[in-house]
């Protein structure tokens, strides 16, 4: 068995860290640089560049060259935010079978898990080559927020560089670990985590070598990138002002502006006032050299980035009122991550909590440590390395119901991990299949969340309809990764089940995700089997990666429309599976019931199929 690191796999930049002789630290690179730019690059001779070899060569190579890639994991191609992406990201992206985002590098398409799993492979031959040892386990670090989808990317990223993933860590929670572990406390601390791309913030509970987090939450895409597109956005309105040319459509252009904007908005940080100087930007009509040359000041940086730290502040009030906290009962506050530098998000974080943010910890660095803490203890197994980590749920996971909305199976902020089932039944005599689609966020709409999968529970054995109980076990582990079995109650049988990736908007008008019966098969492109009780969202989604992917395929073709008739539902409620390190001390909370006080009323006016799924609470 080879070393155990932790990886804090950053948008802009990742850093890896290791425990030795009881001590952890980060692993530094050649030239003493404790981070890598998570850059990815083909260059004009077809080789392949990652981290500091790639973001050299980003001015002179923009459509070729990867960043801030991680906002894109898990996200569906037709999404609000890629449309925003698609406009400023010089890069190609491409649309995926399953709706997933693609990129295209010199005439090749990456997978969003290859171009992290090159970033990764990077990181561990510098690992290696600085401990001189094999290294073949991590703990890789993700925002709090990432969904299921976004959390399995990740690990099959880690699978793809070779890497044995023993855990998917929260950033904030590997932060906190750096913080509090070794020092015997007993705090409630806040983690404002303001990163590259993402923002999150969680409340933690410490005692002593116990890591409870009571609520999470945050921004999956707000981050520094935000920041200097800020600035970008300025220097290209100036300019066009100044000499009448749109320079928003010259990609290596827009890439010098963004990068002179990132050391603009740093150099503030201690500083007051700094330039802009970027030399032949464009030629004029006449044909002559057009610079940049502005001036920035602290203060008009503040006025174009405000609102987003303000949208910070609102989260953290959000997130308190989860947590049922107040700022008093918070001991510490730290900051990690690279944008909470910024004089005015300190400032505001002072006015906001009434106190100052601890210096506890290294906002670059704590994440990584964190990790590798965690790492070093899952590897280790020995009684005295034991850290015990509680995490909770980042967003809520459903289904759909009639009216469209969610029927949330695991709350926000439930504690992981946790198990939940109910009773699927058939609605019509001899039906073969029964459908249904799994959603993860806090909109009350399931179109507005993410479509994790559409299982379908296939060659149920031939019965009238109603007869058939098909128990459906979710089981969400400490991660917050969602695996599904089902079993045909009365036989004992396991349902067969696949899982179906398939576009969003392929189903629109139907009634979604709580019973149907599964595309026929000739018309629906072979969707990714699995055996249960293997079945997870993780199973599916971390095969096929091991080479570029074609460009997309045709959609699936959805399945009839079927109306169950009557039906009936149970929920068990089960006890919480223990796990390494160890169990979680404190209470569940309690589900609540799965019929809300006005689902009758709705059930009577829409039919009896979903009542029947769940109704019997
Ligand atoms: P991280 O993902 O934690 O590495 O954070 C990277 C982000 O932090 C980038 O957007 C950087 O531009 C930003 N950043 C790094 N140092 C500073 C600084 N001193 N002031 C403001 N932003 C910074």
């Given at each position: 068995m080879g070393k155990?690191?932790?990886i804090d796999l950053g948008t802009t930049n990742s850093c890896a860290a290791v425990v030795e002789n009881g001590k952890p630290r980060v692993i530094t690179y050649k030239g003493g640089q404790s981070t890598i730019p998570s850059v990815f690059a083909i260059d004009e001779k077809g080789d392949r560049l990652v981290g500091h070899d790639a973001k050299k060569q980003a001015q002179l190579n923009p459509t070729n060259t990867v960043a801030a890639a991680k906002r894109l994991i898990g996200r569906n191609y037709h999404s609000k935010t890629i449309e925003k992406v698609k406009q400023v990201f010089t890069y190609e992206l491409v649309e995926g079978e399953s709706s997933e985002v693609l990129i295209k590098v010199r005439d090749q398409i990456f997978t969003l898990e290859q171009i992290s799993s090159a970033i990764l492979r990077k990181i561990r031959e510098v690992a290696e080559e600085s401990l001189e040892t094999e290294v073949d386990q991590a703990v890789i670090t993700v925002p709090?927020?990432?969904n299921d989808r976004q959390r399995q990317a990740v690990r099959a990223a880690g699978k793809l560089a070779g890497l044995k993933v023993l855990r998917v860590l929260n950033e904030p929670t590997a932060a906190a670990l750096a913080y509090g572990l070794g020092k015997n406390l007993n705090q409630r601390i806040a983690v404002y985590d303001l990163g590259g791309g993402t923002f999150d913030i969680s409340v933690i509970d410490i005692k002593e070598r116990i890591f409870e987090v009571i609520a999470t939450g945050g921004d999956t895409f707000l981050g520094g990138v935000d920041f200097d597109d800020r600035v970008m956005q300025w220097v290209l309105e100036s300019f066009q002002k100044q000499h009448g040319i749109d320079l928003s459509y010259d990609r290596v252009a827009i890439q010098r502006i963004r990068d002179a904007a990132e050391s603009a908005k740093i150099e503030l940080s201690s500083v007051m006032r700094t330039r802009l100087c970027i030399p032949f930007i464009t030629k004029n009509e006449g044909g002559g050299g057009l610079d940049i040359d502005m001036e920035l000041t602290?203060?008009?940086?503040?006025e174009l980035t405000g609102d987003l730290v303000e949208r910070t502040i609102q989260t953290v009030e959000r997130i308190f009122r989860e947590a049922g906290s107040t700022r008093q009962q918070v001991d510490e506050v730290l900051l990690v991550g690279g944008q909470s530098r910024m004089p005015l998000v300190q400032r505001r974080i002072t006015e906001f909590m009434g106190k100052s943010p601890s210096k506890g910890v290294h906002p670059d660095e704590a994440v990584g440590i964190g990790a590798s803490i965690m790492a070093h203890s899952l590897a280790a197994a020995t009684a005295n390395d034991d850290v015990t980590l509680l995490d909770v749920l980042p967003m809520p996971i459903g289904i759909n119901k009639v009216d469209g909305s969610m029927y949330v199976l695991f709350q926000k902020n439930q504690a992981l991990p946790d198990h939940q089932t109910r009773t699927l039944t058939t609605s019509k005599d001899n039906q073969?299949?029964?459908?249904?689609?799994?959603?993860?966020?806090?909109?009350?709409?399931?179109?507005?969340n993410e479509l994790l999968g559409t299982f379908v529970f296939n060659n149920i054995r031939p019965a009238p309809k109603g007869k058939v109980q098909i128990e459906v076990s979710f089981h969400i582990d400490s991660e917050g990764i969602l695996n599904l079995t089902a079993r045909d109650k009365q036989t004992g049988q396991t349902v067969e089940s696949t899982l179906k990736l398939g576009k969003v908007t392929d189903d629109k008008g139907k009634k979604d995700g709580a019973e149907d019966e599964a595309p026929p098969p000739a018309a629906a492109p072979p969707p990714v089997a699995f055996t249960m009780p293997q079945s997870s969202l993780a199973a599916s989604l971390g095969s096929d990666l091991a080479a570029p992917?074609?460009?997309?395929?045709a959609p699936a073709t959805p399945g009839p429309d079927v109306t169950a008739t009557e039906t009936r539902a149970e929920t068990t409620k089960t006890e919480r599976v223990p796990e390494k390190p160890s169990e979680r001390t404190t209470a569940k909370p309690t589900l609540p019931p799965p019929a809300p006080a006005e689902e009758p009323g709705l059930w009577a006016k829409v039919g009896n199929w979903f009542k029947g799924l769940f109704g019997g609470g």
């Open positions: 155990a690191i932790g709090a927020d990432f602290r203060e008009k940086l503040e073969r299949s029964i459908m249904l689609r799994i959603y993860q966020g806090e909109a009350r709409l399931c179109a507005d992917t074609t460009p997309p395929a």
